[in-house]
């Protein structure tokens, strides 16, 4: 897309990009496009296997190593971002991780010290994030945090198992937190986003098959890392400055359609095979 200035002036921190294929790395670039000036986070893990530092390079931001679910680090982070910027206009979340999904757990045999990790990973560190920027008072009125769930908190497919759980509680937080962030006129939204090829999405067993059914259920097709990009855009833009609380689909239509011709026809063709 070309360049329009919606964030010119904004300032930011992005969580979780990890390399080209992350919905924060689309998120970082479509924000840099558009006039946005961030720090990009990560836990410090992540310097083994991601490849963050060339995005803030290409993207002139700074790096702050920080593990979300520690308090130490965050308070660490904010006190970092109001040397760089003084007060920030936007939070991203994209933080996620399932451990008992990645270590092909069913769900019926969960292990519960994994199970605690995957929601303080995914859920609780929006919470955590949340507090020490208000507490820290590093949020300009007016600002805007965005963090990305999945439809799988409010339906249930099999192999997403306790990830599902992570979401759901990650949208309660969304609805929890904004009643509160009004008084401040800052506000709190989450994208659900269509199943999209990211290494968090590869981790999940039958992932394969949860993006065929979606790309054949949307009746645009799965939304990709870049086309969220330019929607989590809007959503810290001034031009949803009366948007809170939400979790807005975008997902080419998935969590609006009962059932859609390309699941029809080749079931039917089954039917009819059976019955000659």
Known sequence: MERSGLLKGKKGVVFGALNESSIAWAIAKAAHREGAQFALSNAPVAKRFGTMEGLAESVGSP????DATKDADLSSLFDQLKEYYGQIDFIVHAIGMGVNVRKRRPYEK???????????????SLHRIVHHA??????????????????????????????GDAKALLESIVRT???????????INAI??????????????????????GQNMSPLGNADADSCGDYAVTLLSDLTRMVTMQTLYHD???????ITDAMV???MRMLNSDES
């Open 63 to 66: 790096v702050i190593w920080a």
């Open 110 to 124: 969960l292990n519960y010290d994994w199970y605690a990790k995957t929601l303080d990973v995914s859920a609780i």
């Open 134 to 163: 208000m507490e820290s008072q590093a949020l300009n009125e007016g600002g805007s945090i965005l963090t990305i769930s999945y439809i799988g908190a409010q339906r249930s497919f099999s192999h997403y198992s306790e990830m």
């Open 177 to 187: 937190w904004g009643a509160r962030l009004g008084e401040h006129r800052i506000r």
């Open 192 to 213: 659900s986003q269509s199943p999209t090829q990211t290494t968090a999405g590869q981790g999940i067993s039958g992932f394969d098959a949860m993006f065929e059914f």
């Open 252 to 258: 080419g239509g998935f969590s609006s359609i009962g």
């Open 265 to 267: 026809e080749p079931m």
